[in-house]
């Protein structure tokens, strides 16, 4: 992977998510699950403070409200707790 590559070469990676047709707080949500479950272990995957960095271009398309349920404790789209 690219990862690997990058970890081989003494770097790492932040993740870069893009703007696709259909993107939402939900679609991001589950880009975010599927990223941590996925590389948030891989020691190529660049980290501020032990957290894995995921960028979100364009990321003021979604509304401020839509992306308080993906932060927020008790958002419907929660991510808070639930990646580990």
């Keep these: 992977t690219i990862l690997d590559h990058a970890l081989a070469a003494g770097r790492k990676v932040a993740i870069h998510l893009e703007p696709f047709k259909g993107r939402s707080s939900g679609t991001v949500a589950s ?3 599927y990223i ?3 590389y948030a272990h891989h020691p190529g995957l660049y980290r501020i403070r032990g ?3 995921v960028y979100v271009y364009d990321s003021y398309i979604i509304e401020a409200n839509e992306w308080a349920e993906v932060f ?3 958002g419907i789209h929660t991510i808070r707790n639930r990646l580990h």
């Design 51 to 53: 957290k894995p960095v």
């Design 31 to 33: 880009n975010l699950k």
């Design 36 to 38: 941590h479950e996925t």
């Design 72 to 74: 927020r404790p008790k």
